[in-house]
């Protein structure tokens, strides 16, 4: 039985290019910025691979090796320098023939703010682990030790140990403590996650970092999906699911701003 549907292309496109643009940003900057990566932060840093070497929509398994040996790498020793770290994805890269990863001067697709000082990265970070959330329970059948917690976990160990901002770091593990006890089924996995983003829009709607052009909505709209919300105005949990794997299923995400 088939999953997902494709989506219209106006309403709530997700872009390869702002994935690749969100990871590689995370791993060059964010966590290569670090001086020494050692102890929760380290072991953070793995999960995180491991969630993008199972999850992350690669064209080849180069794409993958390439996240595998990133993480096998970090499991031999007892901590890491930011920088040493960046030699690591520049060989690796340089290894596998070419950049899977898009470059860092390509431009913003869908995240594009509409100045330079809104969206872009934490919309890309954002849609990379609703992403992840979602293809990791899509592709759940073909792993049986499946842990509805796997991408969560590795959400929650980035966000805390490597997210620039850190307001937003300490809100979330705020919001995360109740994870374990609302998060018992591979979807309440993809769900946690869309009510949790839909808590921080509603903290941040009018607030100063807001887009006009992109305001903070609780997602999805009315436009995009109409099924979404009952006639009491209460969400239909199961069709904003179903929105949610139509939106950010890997065969549905767009190639658009890709070379
Ligand atoms: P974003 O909120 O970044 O959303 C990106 C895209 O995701 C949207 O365009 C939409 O297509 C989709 N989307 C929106 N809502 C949902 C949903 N509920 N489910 C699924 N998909 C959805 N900023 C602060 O000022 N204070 C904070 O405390 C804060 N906490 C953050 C915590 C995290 C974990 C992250 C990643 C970011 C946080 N930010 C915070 C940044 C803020 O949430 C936005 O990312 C930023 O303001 C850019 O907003 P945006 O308009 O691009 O949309």
Not at 50 to 72: C, H, I, M, Q, W
Not at 110 to 137: A, D, I, Q, Y
Request: hydrophobic fraction near 35%.
């Amino acid at each position: 039985e088939k999953k997902t549907q494709k989506i219209n292309d106006l309403g709530d496109a997700v872009f390869r290019a702002d994935l690749e643009k969100a990871v590689r940003y995370s791993l060059e900057h964010e966590v290569s910025v670090r001086k020494v990566i050692s102890g929760a932060a380290l072991k953070a840093l793995q999960n995180y691979l491991t969630v993008l070497a199972k999850y992350f929509p690669v064209k080849s398994e180069n794409g993958k090796s390439f996240f595998r040996d990133l993480r096998d790498d970090l499991t031999e020793v007892s901590d890491i320098e930011g920088e040493t770290f960046l030699r690591n994805i520049k060989s690796a890269e340089s290894e596998k023939g070419s950049p899977f990863l898009i470059s860092s001067t390509q431009d913003w697709v869908g995240c594009k703010g509409s100045e330079e000082n809104f969206r872009g990265f934490p919309c890309g970070l954002w849609m990379l682990f609703h992403m992840l959330t979602v293809n990791s329970v899509l592709e759940k059948s073909i792993d049986l030790g499946f842990n509805s917690m796997e991408v969560l976990d590795a959400m929650l160990g980035y966000i805390t140990h490597f997210f620039g901002c850190q307001d937003c770091s300490r809100h979330f593990q705020q919001m995360a403590l109740s994870m374990k006890t609302e998060v018992s089924s591979p979807n309440d996995s993809i769900m946690w996650l869309w009510k949790s983003h839909n808590k921080v829009n509603k903290r941040l709607a009018g607030d100063s970092s807001e887009d006009p052009i992109h305001p903070k909505i609780q997602f999805p709209s009315q436009k995009t999906c109409p099924a979404c919300v009952n006639s009491d105005s209460n969400w239909n949990e199961p069709q904003v699911l179903q929105h949610l794997f139509n939106v950010y299923s890997r065969e549905n995400i767009s190639h658009v701003g890709l070379s």
